[in-house]
Every structure is written in structure tokens, then in C-alpha cells.
């Protein structure tokens, strides 16, 4: 009897013992240690990120005009006359008082000699006048001559006095003129391309050349009126021209039209532009943009970290590998940057790839290799964000 209860616990041993294996087996597939936490990281979103930087942004606006020097100037002569000489190369540099044409000036200098001559012999008869009144004015005196005497010499004197004003003011006027004969640039600059030939007979007033003072050029372009009282005197300009590509001339606004044209609703803007190697050209094609704003260590965040939605933007920002939902109104934008005026802070993390994948309290990874960014953020740096009319 014992020997058979013996062996019923044994043949039930053996039939409870794989069972208990195979429940063992699958208890240890829960157990924390035996790998529970790779499940909770493939739970996560993987995202990339991006920290808030500082920079300065700049408020632009764009406008279009043609350039022109800053002084222009017609060649032209100021007496009748045969053109004796041309002292200019067509398309060259000249300097200041330089002399550019010369007039046939032979007549001229014949008559300022005959005026000298006459001048000089003015000048001895009013001498000897002078002579002959102080020797009469000492005879009236002393009652050796009669007062009509003195007013006749006096009357000679002055007459005499009259020729030598009127000599030396002949003199000054042929000497003027014969100074008209050599033209001189009244500037430095550039001069263009000639309209008359040695020999050619010129009258007053006829255009020989033109001269262009290229050191500083000016734009002239319209801006929309939304933009009449944010555009000042002296701001910064940035001018670009087809023949440069990707090269920028400084200048400054220097004129604000205090009108706003009706038909357009525009008004005008003139601004310099420094020309020091004289690459810009009168006449050419240019695009102004004009720094109508400048706002120093703003918050910046790339562009693709905003979420559109109907009331405005969101942003996702990472907390402790949490993503958090975060209302934010953007400032200023440029391609690839947006201004952040609320809603953020420097040094935040804010997802940049992912964010469709993700909503407020969702669990994130972030993903390693480019594009990922660091709590530092990145270099602080000037941006423009530019507006078109």
C-alpha cells in the first residue's frame, strides 16, 4: 500500500513539472530585468532637434531703380570757335582742372594785346591828369589860378580815370574769354565718348562731351506708402547690380520724398552708393534693399520647427525627453530662420524633423548624426529678413 502511494506522487510529479517549466518560462519573459526596457525605447518618437540661438535680425525692404552718378555734367563750349585740340581719351579717367578741349584762340590773344596797349596808354594819360590837377590845385591855392581852371582840369582828370576803368575792364572780358577757349573737367570722373573732331567749328551751348563723377553713384527707387514712416534719412542701403552676382555696394538713403504719388501709392527714395572701384555703371539696372529695422539678441529658431496651425504657430519643445507643446508668435523671417518674439527661450530644444509624429507629453528620441543640435545652439550671427513691396 505504501509502495503504491509512492508512486501516484511520483507519476504526478512527473506530469506537474514541464508545466510549471513552461510557466516559469513565461513569467521570466515579464521580469524587468530580463529586458523590459527595450520595449519602453521602441515606444518612443525618434526626432531631431535644434536649440533657440541669439542673433540679430534685420528688417529689409526691397526696391528697384537705375543707377546714375552722383554728377553729370555737359561738355559744352561757352564762345563760337574751331576746335584746335581734344586733350581726352573716350571712356578714360580725368582729374580735376584737367584740361579736356581747346578752342582756336589766335583772334583772342590778338585782341587782349591791342586791349593791354590801349589799357597802358589809359593809364599815362590818367597819370599825367593827376599830375596837371595836384599842380592846379596848388595855384588856386595860391591865387595864381582861377577856379574854372582847376574844374576843367579836373574834369580831364576824371575822364581819364573813366578810360582806365573801362580798359581794364575790356581787358579782363578778352582775357576771360580767352580762357573759355581751354574747357577743364570740373571734376574727377569719367568722361564718355566725344561728339566732335579736331577742326569741327562749335557754337555756344554745343554738346562735346559728358562727364560722370562714377566715385559715388545714386538709385532712385519706390517704396510702398505702408513703409513712409519706417523709412529714415541715413539709413543703411544695399545696392546689386546683374553684371555682379552675389556682390553688395553700401550706401545710405539720403532722400525721402514727402509725397506719396496717387496713381501708385508709392513714394520716392533716392540713396548713395560708394563706387570706390567704379564697377557700377550710370544707367545700369539695380535692386536697393534698405535696413528699415535692426533688432539686436532676438530669439531664433529654424524655420522648419514652426507647426502652422489655425490660431498661429506651435513649436514642440524637448524636456527630459518629453515633448512639449508650445504657443509661440513669430517675428521676422528669413529663408531658413524665424524671430521668436514669445513663447521661447534661449537655449530651449525644439524639434526640427518629427514634430507631425509627435503631441504635447509624447516620449522622444533624439536622433543621433547631422542635423542634431546641441544645448549651446548655434553661432550667433546677423540675419536679414526681408520684406518686397
Known amino acids: 500500500m505504501t509502495t503504491y502511494r509512492r508512486q501516484q506522487r511520483l507519476t504526478l510529479w512527473l506530469l506537474f513539472m514541464p508545466l510549471g517549466l513552461f510557466v516559469g518560462t513565461v513569467t521570466g519573459c515579464d521580469d524587468p530585468e530580463a529586458g523590459g526596457s527595450s520595449v519602453t525605447e521602441e515606444k518612443k518618437v525618434p526626432v531631431r532637434v535644434a536649440a533657440v540661438a541669439l542673433q540679430t535680425m534685420r528688417e529689409t525692404v526691397r526696391g528697384i531703380g537705375t543707377l546714375r552718378a552722383a554728377e553729370t555734367v555737359e561738355i559744352k563750349p561757352e564762345i563760337d570757335g574751331f576746335i584746335r585740340e581734344i ?15 581747346s578752342i582756336d584762340d ?7 594785346e591791342a586791349t593791354k596797349a590801349a589799357l597802358q596808354m589809359a593809364q599815362v594819360r590818367f597819370t599825367d591828369a593827376q599830375r596837371r590837377l595836384k599842380r592846379m590845385q596848388d595855384l588856386v591855392t595860391q591865387a595864381a589860378a582861377d577856379q574854372d581852371e582847376l574844374d576843367q582840369i579836373e574834369t580831364e582828370f576824371l575822364a581819364a580815370k573813366a578810360e582806365v576803368e573801362r580798359m581794364q575792364a575790356e581787358t579782363e572780358l578778352v582775357q576771360a574769354r580767352l580762357d573759355d577757349t581751354q574747357l577743364r573737367a570740373p571734376f574727377s570722373g569719367v568722361i564718355s565718348e566725344r561728339s566732335v573732331d579736331v577742326g569741327d567749328y562749335v557754337q555756344t551751348g554745343s554738346h562735346l562731351a559728358t562727364l560722370h563723377r562714377v566715385s559715388q553713384m545714386e538709385i532712385a527707387f519706390s517704396l510702398p506708402e505702408r513703409f513712409m514712416g519706417r523709412t529714415k534719412m541715413n539709413q543703411p542701403v544695399a545696392v546689386s547690380v546683374g553684371a555682379f552676382p552675389g556682390r553688395v555696394f553700401a550706401g545710405g538713403v539720403y532722400f525721402v520724398s514727402p509725397q506719396i504719388d496717387e496713381t501708385t501709392r508709392d513714394f520716392l527714395v533716392k540713396a548713395t552708393v560708394e563706387n570706390p572701384e567704379g564697377l557700377l555703371k550710370p544707367g545700369a539696372f539695380g535692386t536697393a534693399v534698405v535696413t528699415i529695422d535692426v533688432r539686436e539678441g532676438v530669439c531664433v529658431v529654424p524655420e522648419k520647427a514652426l507647426v502652422a496651425t489655425r490660431e498661429g504657430y506651435i513649436i514642440f519643445v524637448v524636456d527630459e525627453q518629453t ?3 508650445r504657443e509661440v ?7 531658413g530662420t524665424a524671430e521668436i518674439r514669445s513663447g521661447l527661450g534661449p537655449g530651449e530644444l525644439v524639434v526640427t524633423e518629427g514634430q507631425l509624429s509627435v503631441s504635447d507629453g509624447t516620449a522622444v528620441k533624439l536622433l543621433q548624426g547631422e542635423g542634431e543640435a546641441t544645448a549651446q545652439g548655434t553661432p550667433s550671427s546677423p540675419s536679414r529678413s526681408e520684406r518686397r513691396p
Open 87 to 101: 586733350h581726352f581719351t573716350e571712356g578714360g579717367s580725368v582729374n580735376k582742372d584737367e584740361l579736356l578741349v
Open 106 to 112: 589766335r583772334k583772342l590773344k590778338h585782341q587782349l
Open 323 to 325: 515633448a512639449r507643446r
Open 329 to 335: 508668435q513669430v517675428g521676422l523671417r528669413e529663408t
